[in-house]
């Protein structure tokens, strides 16, 4: 018979297992209600960041405020969409070029799929602004206005209208949850 540590220390790895699991989002949003009132194209193209978003084990929140800055930077659902750098250069953020993500024919970063995207972008977040652990998007906001060694995302005078439309988006997301 084993001792009975052993079978509680099973019994808790085997509980963390799944509660690790469960902080992982799952599909918590149906992007198709948004094909009433937007491009069903450019629904379909933050439908496709938001896919690989999802194998990243990142939590619903996370998710929510990363495709709030998606939507923001692209402009999907605008009437003046960002289509080139989505269709051409796979970059859903206005990433400049850098390191592996060179682009010759401009400014802004070229990869060679959504996947690649998503693993800079995830890395920039992380490594440069500490931005994923934010809790709120004002958090969101504060990271990316102030966490940067090497400067601010964008100038601080444009702060407060950068976190106004980051919640615009968050709140728009809020209505399709599921």
Do not use: C
């Not at 018979?1 to 992982?24: D, E, H, R, Y």
């Not at 619903?60 to 750098?85: H, K, R, V, W, Y």
């Not at 693993?119 to 958090?139: G, K, M, P, Q, R």
């Amino acid at each position: 018979m084993k001792p009975t540590w052993i079978l509680v220390a099973t019994a808790v790895g085997i509980l963390l297992m799944f509660a690790n699991k469960t902080n992982a989002a799952t599909g918590n949003f149906d992007l198709s209600q948004f094909n009433e009132d937007f491009d069903p194209a450019n629904v379909q193209r933050l439908n496709r960041v938001y896919q690989e978003l999802l194998t990243r084990g990142l939590s619903a929140q996370q998710i929510q405020i990363l495709l709030s800055q998606i939507l923001l930077e692209t402009g999907l659902f605008t009437q003046n969409p960002n289509l080139n750098n989505v269709d051409n250069l796979n970059n859903y953020a206005g990433i400049t070029s850098h390191g592996n993500f060179k682009n010759p024919n401009g400014m802004y970063a070229r990869y060679p799929s959504v996947s690649d995207f998503v693993s800079d972008y995830l890395n920039l977040l992380d490594n440069s602004y500490d931005a994923l652990s934010a809790s709120s998007v004002s958090e969101f906001n504060n990271d990316l206005l102030y966490n940067n060694p090497n400067g601010s995302y964008y100038a601080r005078s444009g702060a407060s209208n950068y976190l106004s439309n980051l919640n615009y988006y968050y709140n728009l997301l809020s209505s399709v949850s599921i």
